[in-house]
């Protein structure tokens, strides 16, 4: 039966693991503090190690807290990470997204510092600041960083954090032979900025039961031997691994009806397998290439994804090409599954309708396939324990409720 | 040496008149009340008189505090300036920037108003309103207004405050000579809104530190003799002013190699001088032309600059074209100077916005030469007055420190 | 000068007093002119965008401001002007150095011979495009006319005059340092 505006708004008969309130994706202030309980406390991918091959290479990221970073490859070949702002008058240091340099010169005032972060140069710095200040007390703000997983650059810019590995735990393990049997190389990049909230697009990227909106995964997966029989196993810190999936590609119409034969280095070749990482990460790797997703939410309803592709360093041409060209055929800006993903959490976002009137968010399946919600449910219990709030009433309405 | 998250939101080891927190660049409740405090109480120009040469021409402008005025050129051939808003519904009356009109019609229920604020028409006044409603009571609300030094329009939107010449005090004796020895004329209008805060854009107006930035200063200034000579002076309310230095125009490529001479009346031939005026103005007297900065602050991280171009009235059509090239090659929008001051400030905000956690900001230069940085801390003083609040302080942090 | 307006002469298989091979190629030396501007500057080839000059080149840009209800002038340069200005424009910060790339995009609308063929009046509309280095986002910059004359002499098409006719008056949040 149609429902009544009551009955629209009424909880659903589920536990409270099972559905979110709407405001989760809406909310300014919960968006607010999820920046700081969040996404400045927890890692988080900003680029790749191949970004900045060479020595004193630079790479201008932003990280998923919003702040602007400043990856660097020192004359030690060691990367680093810091805020990229001048301690002077606040400037950004680089402007263009990339570049290669010894000393890095603030535009503004010519301030200088070293690829270690150490202020080499003030300008007319006696004359003006005589004794009062010293280059030494005047350094870049490093930031935790280390590359892993990969080669990918992961920054925390809480100081206290717990390392890396403690955080990943053993989510990792699923991918190890992928990850480690030969370097990586980034092959393309590209950057969305979509009006929806970022967990819409993580919820998206880690629930399989939406595979039905994708043509291509309905003609390459679904119908294969065994998808049903894959389960999602639940790793600390709320991420989350699937059972890999064989994909076969002499499904697909037209032209591309050939098997893959290329497959990745340590890996089986037609195994897709997913992981998805909390808060804003995930790992894409369906042979012969590897996609990342990183975010930084902007506002609730506001988000950059930006997109990675890799391949193996020392690709062959004909390899590369091959790689790209699969990469491309899906998850390109051309390509024919993100759009397809982006109308879902786009239209999500218009629903939502800055979650004034609209009904609770299903998150409830439960079944031993990969249609099982649990991946959903596993990342909103850890976003309620670092919250300290719980998802489905995040303003703690549901004791007055009760007593009414 | 690089610095941690602790080192890094340190308070410098400076007076702490000589940094700013950086909230008050970025801070949203802060930005409210400089618009209650600051932008309506004092005095700012909202455009000069050459902008409504004759009777009954009007000009539709911003106030500061984000009011529309409409300046009016009276059959008097006064100056008078109004809220631009119509006393029935509330409709903007003029919608064009500029125009000429003996009454003032709004177009909505064509009410109609003369050039003193008088409502001089209410359509079919007697059939709706009957005696109920009185013209003499519908006029428009004219706010104080005065023509000073040079023929611009001040504009004060508080009734209470005191008079312009006590504001202005005698930091613009020093142009008094050039502003008053024949009348100016506009030559070029244009404003840009810049992803910025107000204050940094007038920071980068009243510290000559970072000439270092521009290559023309680089070539015509800072190599001069008597550059570093030239010493910066308070005036009261905030109010800076710049010692002169001949503008070396011979110095810089693309200037024809050739030395000025047209110069300005009642100036030396080369003067190049510069006032700010607190909180929003900067004259800057570079001969053979005026510029005048005023701006209107739309949000912490957004603000209307609106630039101004003068020559002198009754130029000859020589002289006339010579100020219109000197001007537009450094301070028209293709010229070389505006560009490399906007990109540093909206660098600034780049990095200061993402995650609120910039170091402090530093203005902390004392030598007894041009970079002196008393005229940054000089504004912050009067800054402080008016907010009640330390620039370095602003939210009493300091103080809470100290109890604990 | 004298240009004839509407009465553009079809092009015909026979030599031009402009010392062109035929009026065909008269034509697309004319419009592939205009054309070249465009690709040298966006390409940031100062001397190559040079090279497309007549020694008495005379650049302006120009708009009409309704707020003073005036023309104005932003820009005026002659051949030498030009030349010094793109030779230490590299030397200046500026947004198309860094974060920008600047790109013209043009029609030619109208282009009128004079009587004795060695000058061609071109009106073209122009659109600026600014796309941010990082990520790639584009935006319109500015829209304008350019009003050109190209000198026809010998064979060569050469840029003589450029007046830049802007609509937008708000360029950016940085005006811009490189001419359109």
Same mark, same amino acid.
């Given at each position: ?82 805020? @990229? ?14 570049? @290669? ?115 291509? @995964? ?187 | ?404 | ?180």
């Amino acid at each position: 039966m149609a429902r009544t505006g009551t009955q629209w708004r009424t909880r659903p008969n589920l536990p409270l693991t099972h559905y979110v309130d709407p405001r989760v994706y809406t909310d300014r202030s919960i968006f607010e503090e999820e920046r700081e309980k969040i996404l400045e406390k927890t890692w988080a991918i900003v680029c790749h190690e191949s970004e900045a091959p060479n020595a004193y290479d630079f790479r201008r990221c932003q990280h998923m807290s919003g702040k602007e970073l400043l990856v660097v490859r020192g004359k030690d070949m060691k990367i680093r990470v810091f805020y @990229n702002q001048c301690p002077h008058r606040g400037n950004v240091l680089a402007y263009e997204p990339s570049g @290669n340099a010894r000393r890095i010169t603030c535009i503004f005032h010519l301030w200088s510092f070293d690829t270690k972060g150490n202020c080499v140069e003030i300008t007319r710095e006696k004359e003006g600041f005589q004794d009062r200040l010293s280059r030494k007390d005047v350094g870049l703000r490093e930031v935790r960083s280390e590359t892993d997983m990969g080669g990918f650059v992961w920054v925390n810019v809480d100081d206290d954090c717990g390392p890396l590995d403690a955080f990943l735990g053993d989510s990792t393990e699923f991918l190890r032979g992928e990850l480690t049997a030969a370097p990586l190389e980034i092959m393309c990049y590209h950057k969305a900025i979509v009006p929806t909230n970022y967990k819409l697009w993580h919820d998206t990227n880690r629930d399989l039961y939406h595979e039905f909106l994708h043509r291509q @995964n309905r003609l390459i997966a679904m119908g294969q031997p065994g998808y049903l029989d894959r389960r999602y196993h639940l790793h600390v810190h709320g991420h989350v691994t699937a059972d890999p999936s064989v994909n076969s590609y002499e499904n697909i119409e037209k032209g591309s009806g050939v098997e893959r034969r290329m497959g990745w280095p340590g890996g089986e070749s037609a195994l897709h397998k997913l992981c998805n990482l909390f808060p804003t990460v995930t790992y894409n790797m369906r042979p012969p290439a590897l996609r990342i997703d990183t975010m930084v939410p902007l506002g609730p309803e506001e988000t950059i994804v930006e997109f990675r592709g890799l391949g193996v360093k020392g690709d062959s041409p004909e390899e590369r090409r091959e790689r790209l060209r699969d990469y491309n055929s899906f998850w390109g800006p051309f390509g024919r599954n993100l759009p397809e993903d982006f109308i879902a959490i786009v239209g999500q976002s218009i629903g939502l309708n800055h979650g004034r009137g609209s009904p609770y968010i299903l998150h409830g399946r439960e079944e031993e396939t990969p249609h099982s919600e649990v991946c959903i449910r596993h990342y909103f219990a850890e976003w309620s324990r670092m919250m300290g709030r719980t998802a489905a009433d995040p303003f703690g309405e549901l004791p007055a409720v009760a007593a009414e | 040496m690089s610095r941690n998250a602790t080192e890094w939101r340190r308070r410098p080891t400076l007076a702490p008149t000589h940094y700013v927190d950086p909230r008050i660049y970025t801070d949203r409740a802060l930005f409210e009340e400089e618009r209650e405090k600051i932008f309506k109480k004092v005095w700012s120009v909202v455009c000069h008189e050459s902008e409504a040469p004759n009777a009954g021409d009007y000009r539709r402008c911003r106030h500061m505090s984000g009011k529309e005025l409409l300046v009016v050129r009276g059959v008097d051939m006064k100056i008078r300036a109004f809220y631009n808003h119509c006393s029935h519904r509330g409709n903007l009356l003029a919608m064009e920037p500029s125009g000429n009109a003996r009454r003032i019609t709004c177009m909505f229920h064509q009410w109609s108003y003369d050039t003193r604020g008088n409502c001089v028409a209410i359509t079919r006044q007697k059939e709706g309103y009957q005696d109920r409603v009185s013209r003499k009571d519908m006029g428009l609300r004219e706010v104080r207004t005065e023509v000073g030094l040079g023929g611009f329009v001040w504009v004060n939107v508080d009734d209470g405050c005191g008079p312009l010449e006590e504001f202005v005090g005698d930091s613009l004796d020093y142009l008094k000579e050039e502003l008053s020895a024949k009348p100016l004329e506009i030559i070029s209008y244009h404003k840009a809104v810049v992803n910025s805060n107000y204050k940094l854009w007038y920071d980068t107006n009243s510290e000559l530190y970072h000439d270092f930035l521009h290559h023309h200063n680089r070539k015509i200034a800072l190599i001069q003799p008597g550059y570093w000579d030239r010493r910066v002076h308070v005036h009261d309310h905030g109010h800076v002013s710049v010692d002169s230095m001949e503008c070396r125009y011979d110095a810089y490529e693309g200037n024809d190699g050739r030395q000025r001479r047209l110069g300005w009346p009642g100036g030396e031939v080369a003067c190049h001088k510069l006032i700010d005026l607190f909180p929003t103005m900067t004259f800057i007297l570079r001969a053979p032309a005026f510029r005048l900065d005023t701006m209107v602050p739309l949000a912490p991280d957004k603000v209307a600059i609106e630039f101004r171009g003068f020559a002198v009235k009754g130029d000859s059509a020589e002289d006339r074209a010579a100020r219109v090239r000197d001007h537009n090659s450094i301070w028209g929008p293709f010229g070389r100077n505006l560009p490399e001051d906007e990109i540093a400030i909206v660098g600034q905000m780049m990095a200061m916005k993402g995650g609120d956690d910039s170091a402090y900001v530093l203005h902390g230069r004392e030598e007894p030469s041009i970079q002196n940085e008393i005229g940054m801390r000089h504004y912050y003083g009067e800054w402080s007055k008016w907010m009640e609040r330390g620039a370095s302080d602003p939210f009493g942090n300091r103080a809470i420190a100290a109890a604990e | 000068m004298t240009t004839t307006g509407t009465a553009t002469r079809e092009p015909r298989g026979e030599p031009t007093g402009s010392g062109f091979e035929s009026l065909a190629e008269r034509e697309k030396a004319v419009r592939e002119l205009v054309a070249r501007t465009c690709l040298t500057m966006d390409a940031y080839d100062f001397a190559g965008y040079l090279d497309l000059c007549h020694p008495d080149f005379r650049y302006t840009i120009t708009t009409y401001s309704p707020e003073l209800r005036k023309d104005i002038t932003w820009l005026d340069h002659d051949f030498a002007g030009m030349e010094t200005l793109l030779e230490v424009l590299p030397l200046h910060a500026s947004d198309h150095f860094l974060r920008l790339v600047m790109s013209r995009h043009l029609g030619v609308y109208t282009v009128a011979y004079s009587e004795n063929d060695t000058r061609a009046a071109v009106v073209s509309g122009l659109q600026v495009f600014n796309t941010a280095r990082d990520g790639g986002v584009t935006e319109l910059l500015a829209v304008a006319k350019y009003h050109d004359v190209v000198a026809l002499e010998g064979g060569e098409a050469k840029l003589l005059v450029r007046e830049v006719r802007l609509d937008t008056r708000m360029l950016g949040e940085t005006g811009s340092l490189i001419p359109f």
